[in-house]
């Protein structure tokens, strides 16, 4: 299978999805989640002209970052304390901080590097037991944590939905662009005009999440592995 065309693909079925529901698909980034692959599909990926990606491991947004600087990485996966250190200043976009000690600490290591963060809060829409993030009330509180903290810019919100459940899906979506749209009411113009992004959407649901308002999509398996096209 040819990674390049399958990214092709996937951006042209983005430009047709995007036509349907009246977006612009240049408001749309995809992050190809590459944490499944080696350095040559990244390569072919970004053939077909992918430059932005996903890792869910510290230890791999590393490399792969220090591999191919010239590409944006986004980190997906669980935060560990420990292993901030090897993420901040790499990482484009963390998506996935829900715990204020983390902040915290990402705060502290932007400001010893010189540098702003760019972070976004993971939250779990459904309330699925088995998933971590910020219940949708919890949410504001860890927002004003952020803006009052040094070196980290909170800029929007991530979820991720339940897997095979459409309907649990565009709900979960459609809560999460509503409760980004309720933060933004209470914040300073400048604050809400940068917390505006809505990572949602993987392989089996970034189309509902196109739908619904998504800013980033997350597709992985669909771009890098043949059985999912
Ligand atoms: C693995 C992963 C993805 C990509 O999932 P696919 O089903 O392969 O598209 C997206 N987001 C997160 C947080 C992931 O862990």
Same mark, same amino acid.
């Given at each position: ?15 047709? +999805?995007?036509? =349907?529901?009246?977006?612009? $698909?240049?408001?749309?980034? &995809?992050? $190809? &989640? ?5 350095? @040559?599909?990244? %390569? ?10 996903? %890792? ?5 947004? =590393? ?5 191919? @600087? ?7 996966? #669980? ?7 090897? &993420? ?11 715990? %204020? ?22 939250? #779990? ?10 219940? @949708? ?23 991720? $939905?339940?897997?095979?459940? %459409? ?6 979506? $459609? ?41 980033? +999509?997350? @597709? ?6 043949? #059985?999912?096209?």
């Amino acid at each position: 299978m040819d990674i390049a065309q399958s990214y092709k693909e996937f951006i042209q079925e983005l430009a047709q +999805v995007c036509q =349907e529901c009246g977006r612009d $698909a240049n408001d749309v980034t &995809v992050v $190809a &989640v590459s944490k499944t692959v080696g350095a @040559p599909e990244i %390569e072919q990926a970004a053939n077909g002209g992918a430059t932005n990606f996903g %890792e869910n491991r510290p230890e791999r947004l =590393e490399e792969m970052h220090d591999l191919f @600087p010239e590409y944006s990485w986004h980190f997906i996966g #669980n935060i560990q304390s420990r292993r901030l250190k090897d &993420v901040v200043g790499r990482a484009t976009l963390i998506h996935s901080l829900f715990q %204020e000690s983390h902040a915290r600490k990402i705060s502290e290591l932007a400001c010893a590097q010189g540098i702003e963060q760019r972070v976004l809060l993971e939250v #779990n829409v459904s309330g699925e037991e088995s998933k971590s993030g910020l219940t @949708p009330q919890d949410t504001k509180a860890l927002l004003d944590v952020c803006l009052e903290l040094p070196g980290i810019v909170p800029c929007g919100l991530m979820t991720m $939905a339940p897997l095979g459940d %459409e309907q649990e899906a565009r709900r979960d979506f $459609a809560g999460l662009r509503e409760l980004l749209n309720q933060l933004q009411s209470g914040l300073s113009q400048v604050d809400a005009a940068q917390f505006s992004e809505l990572s949602m959407g993987m392989t089996n649901d970034w189309r509902i999440a196109v739908r619904e308002g998504a800013t980033i +999509v997350r @597709p992985g398996r669909c771009i890098f592995s043949p #059985n999912f096209r």
